[in-house]
Structure formats: C-alpha cells, structure tokens
C-alpha cells in the first residue's frame, strides 16, 4: 500500500510569509507526528495526534505554529510570519497505533526561508 | 528532559572496515530504535530492541542494548558503500514521544 506522503516536497518562502505543509499518513494509522530536522541533524518533535484526543502541541517552537488533523486523515502543519531560522526539513511519521509502535516516515518537506 | 548523545557525528571509512556507532543517555528507556536516512528522504526504521543486554542481528548490523537501557551500540561489519547514510538512535519511553539522537552521517567509500 502507499506510504506516508507530503507535500510539497520543497518550499521557498520569503520572511514574513505564511506556509502550510500538508501530510498523508498510512491509511488506517491513528497517530500522525511531525518532526523538524535541522541539516543532517535529528529530529525534533512538534506535535503528535491519536485518534479525537487532544494533540500534544508541546514541541511547538512558538506560537506561529500551528496544526491540524481532520477527519483523522490528512494533518496540516502551518508556520505563519516565517523566520529564517524556520528553515528545515518538515517530516511527516504515522502508526498503527500510539507512541511506541513502529513510525513510518514520509520523505519530509524541504522549507527554505529567505 | 530526556537527551540522547550519538558518536560520531561523522565517520568516513574504506569498504570493507568494520566501525561501531554509539547512542547514549543518563536516562532509562524502555526500548531503543535504530533508524536509516538516505538523502531526500524520511528514517526508515532498522531495528527496535527492548530487553537490557539484548543483541539483535540484521545481516551485517550488530544492534546491542545495553544492560541498564540507558545505552546502545550499533556495529557494522565489512562496511559497504550501500551502507552510507544518517543513523538515528530513537529512545522511547511508556507515554513519552520518541526523543531523537542527533543521528551519526556515515559515508563508505569504494
């Protein structure tokens, strides 16, 4: 079957714009994560959904980002008033279930802030 | 917070050389994953491993947990340049997201 996708697969954006960076998990995976990754470095956690409970938004940067899930499907990352330092790449990872199942990634996002 | 520190950062080799990569931690996880990253593309995972002291074979890959779990090695033998990649060591905890290491960039030369 598919894998996790996303899209787009690369973003330039000017400073100050907004973005929004859309992932398609596994079908039937209840949990959706989203991570950044910073040049060949590892991942920082963002958010994680599971099922209609209440994300964990507590690796939110700041305010200016934000995320949604609807329909338990496709999850929406968004980055208003964008920074340089936004600049990475955005990964997408869905399960079967919670935390410790297997994650499988999508091929991420690559966001350039200029 | 949890953290987790990966050794070496980088690490260039002939084909054919053996080397070990290390993931370490002053905490306790309950398990330990180990995941591949090519170039343009999202971690794939290699192996989870559970048990303290437990060693889990994949071909060429020799994953070792370590006794206390706060550890874990990762040992490839006879590097080939299929090999090249980032490794990421994943430490997961029961009702914490995985915390990630900051991942070693192998490269195998021919």
């Known amino acids: 079957g598919a894998g996790v996708s996303q899209s787009p697969s690369n973003k330039v954006t000017e400073k100050g714009k907004d973005v929004e960076l859309r992932c398609d998990p596994i079908s039937g995976h209840t949990a959706l994560y989203w991570y950044r990754q910073s040049l060949g470095q590892g991942l920082e956690f963002l958010i994680y959904f599971q099922g209609n409970s209440a994300p964990d938004k507590s690796g939110l940067p700041s305010d200016r980002f934000s995320a949604e899930r609807t329909g338990g499907s496709v999850s929406t990352l968004t980055i208003q008033r964008t920074q340089q330092e936004d600049s990475a790449v955005y990964l997408c990872a869905s399960s079967l279930g919670p935390f410790q199942e297997t994650q499988y990634f999508g091929p991420g996002t690559r966001l350039l802030v200029l | 917070t949890q953290l987790l520190e990966q050794s070496p950062q980088f690490l260039s080799i002939q084909e054919g050389e053996n080397l070990t990569v290390y993931c370490n931690s002053s905490?306790?996880?309950?398990?330990l994953q180990w995941y591949r990253q090519e170039p343009g593309e999202g971690p794939v995972l290699l192996v989870t491993?559970?048990?303290?002291?437990e060693v889990k074979k994949l071909k060429r890959l020799t994953f070792q947990f370590g006794d206390a779990r706060k550890d874990s090695s990762l040992h490839i033998t006879a590097a080939q340049p299929g090999d090249t990649g980032l490794y990421l060591c994943?430490?997961?905890?029961?009702?914490?997201?995985?915390?990630f290491g900051g991942g070693t960039r192998l490269m195998v030369k021919p």
């Open positions: 994943a430490g997961a905890n029961a009702g914490n997201m995985l915390t």
């Open positions: 905490s306790v996880f309950s398990s």
């Open positions: 491993v559970v048990t303290g002291g």
